[in-house]
């Protein structure tokens, strides 16, 4: 079997799925500023998700559901890290697609 056009999921369709690094970036430097931030997809007010135990913010639009990756914040900028460490209330599921 071969698939046509072997690239992965790439941003460029219309709405993209996924935060890039760069929106995130935006968004929490909006959210520290004291201003709503919204979805980039839906315009909806995103809320913040805060994991005391790991320092660790994301982003999750309440509507859509479309939720940055876990992150920390330095005086360097933000550290994303992939895979939750401390929470994984889905274990099983897939959590995209
Ligand atoms: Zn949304």
Same mark, same amino acid.
């Given at each position: 079997?071969?698939?046509?056009?072997?690239?992965?999921?790439?941003?460029?369709?219309?709405?993209?799925?996924?935060?890039?690094?760069?929106?995130?970036?935006?968004?929490?430097?909006?959210?520290?500023?004291?201003?709503?931030?919204?979805?980039?997809?839906?315009?909806?007010?995103?809320?913040?998700?805060?994991?005391?135990?790991?320092?660790?913010?994301?982003?999750?639009?309440?509507?859509?559901g479309?939720?940055?990756?876990?992150?920390?914040?330095?005086?360097?900028?933000?550290?994303f890290?992939?895979?939750?460490?401390?929470? !994984?209330? !889905?274990?099983? !599921?897939?959590?995209d697609?």
């Amino acid at each position: 079997m071969s698939e046509q056009g072997g690239a992965a999921d790439r941003e460029g369709r219309e709405g993209s799925p996924h935060l890039s690094h760069a929106q995130i970036a935006q968004l929490w430097a909006k959210f520290r500023a004291g201003d709503v931030i919204y979805c980039p997809r839906d315009s909806i007010g995103m809320a913040l998700a805060v994991d005391g135990a790991a320092k660790a913010y994301r982003l999750v639009c309440t509507q859509c559901g479309l939720a940055s990756p876990w992150f920390g914040t330095t005086p360097a900028g933000l550290v994303f890290r992939s895979p939750p460490a401390t929470v !994984n209330p !889905n274990a099983g !599921n897939s959590p995209d697609e």
